[in-house]
């Protein structure tokens, strides 16, 4: 089983990034799917989820309107389109995949939104 994340980078505000997940080693489809952040000093959150069949999504309240989380089930990967960027969005941003009592976790990549 494998999560890998990519997309990360250094952008300055009011700047867009997308993340992806590439997903390897299970049956990608019926899986949820949610994206998480880890910011120095506090604890991880969760920023947008997705059912398996990508019908339903919900995000945080201080990303909403903002991020727009999607999947895409035939390339085994998920996204994260994050635009108008502020500060306080720098973090670790990791993927997760869900099945019953089953939960995998990705190594993360890092943002950072500085001006």
């Known amino acids: 089983v494998q999560l890998v994340e990519s997309g990360g980078g250094l952008v300055q505000p009011g700047e867009s990034l997308r993340l992806s997940c590439a997903a390897s080693?299970?049956?990608?489809?019926?899986?949820?799917m949610s994206w998480h952040r880890q910011a120095p000093g506090k604890e991880r959150e969760l920023v947008a989820s997705i059912s398996s069949a990508g019908s339903n999504t919900n995000y945080a309240d201080s990303v909403k309107g903002r991020f727009t989380i999607s999947r895409d089930n035939a390339k085994n990967t998920m996204f994260l389109q994050m635009n108008s960027l502020k500060l306080e969005d720098t973090a670790v941003y990791y993927c997760q995949a869900r099945w019953g009592s089953l939960n995998y976790w990705g190594q993360g990549t890092q943002v950072t939104v500085s001006s």
């Open positions: 080693g299970f049956t990608f489809r019926r899986y949820d």
